[in-house]
């Protein structure tokens, strides 16, 4: 299941949702969620805004999920990608990954972020003291 | 009639977002599209010559060796940034 939405989402209700969902199949659910900081480059950050490319962005995640149903044994693949503005400590993106035994969902949890961080089409600008500018992608950033 | 995108600090520094254009005779790929794109001027030469550029045809990520054809969405965007 993937989903890009603007509003806020609650992990406690996504996660007992994979638990309901797959009870009885599932004996691991491993979930990420990244949030925004509020330090970059020792900038402080106010904002920041995160554009997409409608449409491609969707493909790219259904892509990230069938490529990782099909490389592990899973019950279950969440992904969950905000947009548009948000402030330091607001979440950005869930992801998890339910499987009958803990490695494959930690190894697909992983594979997950990793792969949308360098696959899908959302960009993050950052609104801090000293201007706004777009983030880059040094290793290790993001 | 191709219809170009441009995302995130691609389409700020070039100033636009969408543009449709008619294919010049001989603009068969990606590389040509982007070469003749980077004539407009010194900003459009700098900016689409980064060697970082990303370009997804119909919202798929190609190769500037990809060919491209009349009705295609092309869309020129930086490294992504997301998660």
């Known amino acids: 299941m993937i989903r890009v939405q603007q509003d806020d989402f609650d992990p406690g209700v996504e996660l007992e949702q994979v638990r309901s ?3 009885g199949t599932a004996g691991a659910v491993v979930s990420f969620i990244g949030m925004v900081r509020d330090l970059n480059d020792s ?3 106010r904002k920041m805004t995160l554009e997409h490319y409608p449409g491609m962005t969707e493909k790219a995640l259904a892509a990230i999920e069938t490529t990782t149903r099909e490389r ?3 019950t279950d693949v969440i ?3 905000r947009i548009g503005t948000l402030a330091p400590g607001d979440r950005i993106v869930f992801v998890a990954a339910a499987s009958a035994h803990r490695e494959q969902a930690f190894r697909a949890c992983e594979y997950m972020i990793d792969t949308l961080k360098t696959d899908a089409p959302f960009w993050k600008k950052e609104v801090t003291d000293n201007g706004d500018h777009w ?3 040094a290793p290790g950033t993001g | 009639m191709v219809q170009l995108r441009f995302f995130a600090s691609l389409r700020e ?4 977002g969408d543009e449709q254009v008619e294919l010049p005779d001989g603009i068969t790929d990606i590389a040509a599209l982007i070469g003749w794109l980077q004539q407009r001027d010194e900003t459009w030469r700098t900016t689409l010559g980064d060697s970082r550029l990303h370009v997804a045809i119909n919202q798929t990520i190609v190769k500037p060796d990809c060919p491209v054809s009349d009705g295609d969405e092309v869309a020129l965007f930086p490294p992504v940034t997301g998660g």
């Open chain 2, 13 to 16: 520094t070039l100033g636009v």
């Open chain 1, 135 to 137: 983030v880059s992608t």
């Open chain 1, 43 to 45: 900038n402080t950050i």
């Open chain 1, 79 to 81: 992904i969950i990608h």
């Open chain 1, 72 to 74: 592990w044994d899973l």
């Open chain 1, 21 to 23: 969902k797959n009870a």
